[in-house]
């Protein structure tokens, strides 16, 4: 089973709206990240968080960390629609690999 | 710019055919990732590399080998391609992070494979 799952598999918001995606992941992690990926191209890095962190902010992300819970959540607010695209939560469980999960699909209309 | 770059977008092989595909990255990167990405089923790990001529296997390596010849190039082979490797093929680079961590890893733009 997958160490990080995303939820929803797919979110469709209007521009303007907040989208949230959560992540759930199984064992202890050293960090959790966020990537995007547009479709059919190589993923880009949004916010790396640390274990030991609860909050992360970077612009119009926000992403949190419940160590407890193992759970992280991305917040997007005020989407645009060049935010469409799929988004990964990514746990670092072991030295030099990070795990990925299936991804939420978020789709922004205009 | 950091910048990871695939030696091919799109390639198409015959079944059986030996299929290699390069990975170059320059920012001077210990860690190298090649991962393929399936509908369904996400990002998974075949192979990584933390240093020259170092390879370690991932959660999927049968089928396929890789080579670090040169610390900014990274390279996976298909010995003999079959249908079941058509696939998004992905290579990341990444710095090693802290006390065993993992570091951002920067990926290239993705190869889609096709297995005829």
């Known amino acids: 089973s997958q160490q990080g799952e995303e939820d929803p598999q797919a979110l469709s918001i209007q521009e303007g709206e907040n989208a949230t995606m959560n992540c759930s992941y199984k064992t202890s992690i050293n960090n959790l990240q966020w990537y995007r990926q547009n479709s059919g191209r190589g993923l880009v890095h949004l916010i790396l968080?640390?274990?030991?962190?609860r909050e992360k902010h970077s612009g119009r992300l926000r992403v949190t960390l419940d160590t407890s819970k193992k759970s992280s959540s991305l917040l997007i607010t005020a989407s645009r629609a060049a935010d469409t695209a799929s988004y990964f939560c990514?746990?670092?469980?072991?030295?030099?690999?990070?795990?990925f999960g299936q991804g939420t699909i978020l789709t922004v209309h205009p | 710019d950091v910048k990871v770059t695939q030696s091919s977008r799109y390639l198409v092989k015959r079944t059986g055919e030996k299929v290699f595909l390069e990975c170059v990255q320059d920012?001077?990167?210990?860690?190298m990732f090649w991962y393929r990405q399936d509908p369904g089923l996400g990002l998974r790990l075949i192979y990584f590399s933390y240093d020259v001529k170092m390879k370690e296997k991932g959660d999927i390596p049968e089928g396929y080998s890789v080579s670090r010849e040169k610390k900014e190039r990274f390279s996976l082979i298909l010995e003999s391609a079959s249908t079941n490797q058509t696939s998004m093929y992905l290579c990341?680079?990444?710095?090693?992070?802290?006390?065993?961590?993992?570091?951002?890893?920067?990926f290239g733009p993705g190869t889609r494979l096709t297995v005829l």
């Open positions: 920012m001077d990167h210990e860690n």
């Open positions: 990341a680079s990444s710095s090693p992070g802290l006390a065993g961590s993992t570091d951002t890893q920067y």
């Open positions: 990514a746990t670092d469980t072991s030295y030099g690999k990070l795990t």
């Open positions: 968080i640390r274990s030991n962190e």
